[in-house]
């Protein structure tokens, strides 16, 4: 596989870059670095699912291709009673989002460097968030959907951003056929980008 975010230990030189967000009105601050996704600043596609994700405050999160951190740590400042755990296949990425909790002050996460959802084997959530990774092949992508109804409670849902060019109507169909048809929707769109939720019955 080419040396990309998606790599466990990207080659590329560190090239540290401050940036500044607002996400659902909480103004986040973030470290970020070369190697990683959307390293300039927080990309659409993560703005447009934290647009309409809906979670309760003591809910239980997972996001897994965390980044440097700006859909997780979102959603731990949307669940104060709750936690968040945060995994990414890439070592840069997990030290990002580790630095960027301490830098805002955000304490009730957990980042863990992982191979999709290995690190959190036999654990389950009230809700799963991703942007998908999709430089890393519709392969990962779709073990992403066909691996988190094993992740999710009664009722749990998973909620994704994809691009319409990028797959999404693969992605719809693919979560139709592991968790119904009739328990996916499409929540959101914008310019180009589809928000889907699939409840796990």
């Not at 466990?8 to 540290?16: E, K, N, T, V």
């Not at 191979?115 to 779709?142: C, Q």
């Amino acid at each position: 596989m080419a040396d990309h975010y998606y790599s466990r230990q990207p080659s590329a030189r560190s090239d540290r870059k401050n940036i500044e967000a607002v996400l659902r009105g909480e103004k986040l601050r973030f470290v970020s670095d070369s190697g990683v996704f959307s390293r300039d600043g927080v990309d659409y596609g993560s703005r447009v699912l934290l647009d309409h994700i809906e979670l309760g405050q003591q809910d239980r999160v997972l996001d897994v291709g965390c980044g440097y951190g700006p859909i997780g740590l979102t959603a731990a400042r949307l669940v104060p009673r709750g936690h968040v755990t945060m995994l990414d296949v890439n070592e840069r990425a997990v030290a990002l989002s580790r630095e960027n909790a301490a830098l805002n002050g955000i304490v009730n996460v957990e980042i863990q460097v992982s191979d999709l959802y290995a690190a959190v084997e036999n654990r389950t959530f009230d809700v799963i968030l991703s942007n998908p990774p999709i430089r890393a092949g519709k392969e990962v992508v779709h073990r992403i959907l066909e691996e988190a109804a094993a992740h999710l409670n009664p009722g749990g849902s998973l909620w994704i951003v994809i691009q319409n060019k990028q797959g999404a109507p693969s992605a719809r169909a693919k979560l139709e056929a592991c968790f119904g048809e009739e328990q996916v929707s499409e929540v959101g769109k914008d310019k180009g980008y589809r928000v889907y939720r699939a409840i796990k019955s």
